[in-house]
């Protein structure tokens, strides 16, 4: 048996915030049976007891596995899980700080989990062919929705001949309060202005497009090289997709750090708020003739004079737009498949009881 301290200080050493919710929930499951999502496979999910264990293939509640078991249920890569005694089976899933999540690629509207239990998300993108100032308001726009604080890490400084010209493009995005550093992902002295997001209790997790540096900026603040990397196409500097799932790795400092495979195409899971990351527009739209001015074609409309004016970029004003747009058509179909989520609880509820009677 560990004392509690012990345990207090092994989770800790793996993302476990020392927070009253935190305490709460450590009292009510017993230190012991408590272990941290590492990745997850087919075959069952990898946990980790504490830093320095050796990590366990566990399998999954069988309720889990039913097809029609809500996806965002089910654990995710960071999240914190209770073990029977033997420590084979989860039984259950704790309550999560933050969760980091998409709509997924396809046909049907379903959410895809990329990260549970993060303080702070890292949007890693390459200060090559990958810089995209439309792309990065996509990510803030997802990951303000997550409960954890966004970070813009821009890599490969060390190549860059432009990087106040792309600084200049991020103005909004620093006005807006994200914390923006250029760093060179292979140089352990370039990040240690990331430390302050690392260390006992805290986790990130690196989000970005393929052979953007995640693997990279990983291994360095490592100090081994754990991930596979892979070099990028010359002329467009794309990735490979080297790295294929997601992996939580304690760090040597305390603290966890989520790798995640390159993202081709990130859409909104319908969750998000557009205008908290886009607060300059929103203070233009103040005062725009209409309340529910959609900065289309109505007279009276502020938006459109600052654009007319210069004092707005055209350009990141149909990002917002586009943005906007997808949120709500993605919301409506989640709306949708909660109503259905409803109804079929209530159908399989009844069945329970014409079968059992009262429960
Ligand atoms: N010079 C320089 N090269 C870098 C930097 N960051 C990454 N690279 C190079 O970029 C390439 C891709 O890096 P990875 O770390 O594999 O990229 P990734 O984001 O993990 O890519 P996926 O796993 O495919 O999603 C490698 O050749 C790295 O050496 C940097 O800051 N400076
Ligand atoms: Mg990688
Ligand atoms: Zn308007």
């Keep these: 048996m560990h004392a509690p301290d012990d345990v207090l200080t092994r989770l800790r050493a793996i993302g476990w915030p020392d927070d009253d919710a935190a305490r709460q929930a450590l009292a009510a499951a017993g230190g012991e049976c408590l272990a941290r999502v590492v990745a997850q496979h087919r ?8 830093p320095g264990e ?8 069988p309720a889990w596995t039913r097809p029609r078991f809500p996806p965002e249920q ?13 420590g084979r089976d989860i039984v259950a899933l704790l309550p999560r700080r933050s969760v980091l999540k998409r709509a997924a690629a396809g046909e049907h509207y379903r959410q895809q989990l990329i990260a549970a239990n993060v303080d702070h998300v ?12 439309r792309r990065i308001e996509r990510y803030l726009v997802v990951v303000r929705a997550s409960g954890a604080a966004p970070v813009l890490v821009l890599t490969k400084a060390d190549q860059c001949p432009v990087l106040d010209d792309c600084l200049a493009l991020l103005e909004e995005v620093q006005a807006g309060g994200v914390p923006i550093h250029a760093v060179n992902a292979k140089d352990a002295e370039s990040l240690r202005v990331l430390h302050p997001y690392l260390g006992p209790g805290r986790t990130v997790v690196l989000v970005g497009s393929s052979g953007a540096g995640k693997s990279t900026l990983t291994n360095t603040l490592l100090g081994v090289e754990k991930m596979k990397t892979g070099t990028v196409r010359e002329h467009d ?3 490979r997709h080297t790295t294929t799932f997601r992996l939580l790795t304690p760090l040597p400092q305390g603290g966890c750090i989520i790798d995640t495979p390159g993202m081709r195409e990130l859409k909104l899971s319908g969750d998000e708020d557009v205008t908290d990351s ?3 527009i929103e203070a233009i739209a103040a005062g725009c003739r209409f309340r529910d001015c959609s900065h289309g074609n109505e007279p009276g409309c502020a938006v459109q004079e600052a654009i007319a004016g210069g004092r707005l970029d055209a350009e990141r004003f149909a990002s917002y737009a586009k943005l906007r747009d997808e949120r709500d058509a ?11 989520e409803r109804v079929l609880s209530r159908a399989l509820n009844k069945r329970l009881k014409d079968k059992y009677g009262r429960r």
């Design 43 to 50: 075959s069952g999910y990898d946990v980790l007891p504490g």
């Design 54 to 61: 050796p990590v366990r293939r566990v399998q999954p509640p």
């Design 74 to 86: 089910r654990a995710a890569v960071g999240d914190w899980v209770t073990l029977d005694g033997g």
């Design 122 to 133: 890292l949007v890693v993108v390459g200060l090559d062919q990958d810089f995209n100032p």
């Design 237 to 239: 500097s794309r990735g």
């Design 278 to 280: 886009f607060e300059d």
């Design 330 to 340: 993605a919301a409506t179909s989640l709306a949708q498949r909660r109503a259905e």
